[in-house]
């Protein structure tokens, strides 16, 4: 383990500690701690340390996302989140945009990446948003739906239609036109500031504009996507060790008919599925990070794969920790109750369990046949 993430892994335990349960009740993260992680290069800490970042390979960044994962999915996403916006910007800027941009997200300052809209979830080639330049402006309208981090951003990379393509723009969300409303009561991540998104007639220096613009939508986003899958399932390794943890906890110290709950095999049988899920997650999860390391041309498949695995053994898994806890994991805003929530939104974002199926169909046929 690299002294970097060591020391990150460190301060997120201090920062985060058992603060989660009243942060998921409250549905609000501090501002505070957010600036504090982001201003030292926790919250992207892929970014090159010329810019300020970690300069973390995906596989240290992926350990050091399950650790926050384990202690709170809604942070886990705020880093989810950052890191996307952070790779849109390293990949699609200029020189002079990333040493502004990427400056600005390792300093304190935070950030979401706005993709969805009310009637394009999935089929991001529905969006409506617009963006297009006027002269030395560039304008944006539109609006975007559950867009994580946004109740607490200071800036927004917003995606929308751009001519015959599509495009990308840093917008700051105190720019006129910017109205951003935060989602009620969300089902899991809480406290990771879900929120709908209005650009009416927001007008900013063409320079906001990243570059690509006018590609097909799919050139554009799938990059962002792959990092974001990548991350969500190493964020899904997260909430496995946080139900393993409590469940076996649990399981060895609570009686019943005269021996430790773990006796009975039943119980023993949760334990092992919950064993076999975290390591079959954390392995497909270590294969997409090497092949982002790498630069491996399989690695679109294998972050959709390890996404896809991990969501689904995250779900599930949460939901075996609260049947061996029973009772005593039904408190809402507990570690396995919250677990139970959050897992579910992972087999949503970022590419639904019938998306990656259709896509992980698709490249079986490829191959297989």
Not at 147 to 175: E, K, M, N, Q
Not at 331 to 341: F, L, S
Request: aromatic fraction near 4%; hydrophobic fraction near 45%.
């Amino acid at each position: 383990m690299s002294t970097a993430r060591a020391e990150a892994e460190q301060l997120a335990t201090e920062l985060i500690g058992d603060r989660a349960d009243g942060w998921d009740l409250a549905g609000e993260l501090p501002l505070d701690v957010l600036r504090e992680l982001g201003g030292k290069g926790m919250l992207c800490a892929q970014v090159p340390a010329a810019y300020g970042g970690l300069g973390l390979s995906s596989a240290e960044n992926g350990e050091l996302t399950a650790h926050v994962g384990a202690l709170c999915s809604s942070v886990r996403s705020v880093m989810t989140s950052q890191g996307m916006a952070a790779w849109t910007v390293e990949r699609l800027g200029s020189d002079e945009q990333k040493a502004v941009h990427l400056r600005e997200l390792t300093s304190g300052r935070l950030a979401g990446v706005a993709f969805s809209e009310p009637g394009a979830g999935s089929d991001l080639g529905a969006m409506t948003t617009t963006i297009r330049v006027e002269g030395d402006t560039v304008v944006l309208d539109g609006r975007k739906s559950w867009i994580t981090v946004a109740a607490y951003a200071d800036l927004l990379v917003v995606f929308g239609r751009h001519g015959s393509g599509a495009g990308a723009v840093v917008v700051p969300t105190d720019t006129p036109g910017v109205t951003v409303e935060r989602v009620p009561a969300p089902l899991g991540c809480r406290a990771a500031g879900h929120a709908d998104v209005t650009f009416d007639d927001v007008r900013l220096p063409a320079d906001r504009l990243l570059g690509g613009a006018g590609l097909p939508v799919d050139w554009l986003v799938t990059s962002a996507l792959t990092f974001g899958r990548v991350s969500v399932a190493w964020g899904c390794v997260g909430i496995l060790r946080a139900c393993l943890r409590a469940a076996a906890s649990h399981a060895a110290t609570r009686q019943q008919f005269g021996v430790p709950l773990a006796a009975h095999q039943l119980v023993a049988r949760h334990l092992a599925e919950l064993h076999v899920a975290h390591e079959a997650s954390a392995g497909c999860c270590e294969r997409a990070s090497r092949g982002w390391d790498e630069n491996s041309p399989e690695l679109v498949v294998s972050a959709v794969t390890a996404k896809h695995l991990a969501a689904g053994h995250a779900a599930r898994g949460a939901a075996a920790a609260v049947q061996v806890l029973a009772s005593a994991g039904a408190h809402d805003g507990g570690p396995v109750a919250r677990a139970y929530r959050d897992a579910k939104l992972m087999e949503i974002i970022e590419g639904s369990n019938e998306i990656s199926q259709l896509l992980l169909g698709k490249h079986a046929l490829g191959v297989w046949s």
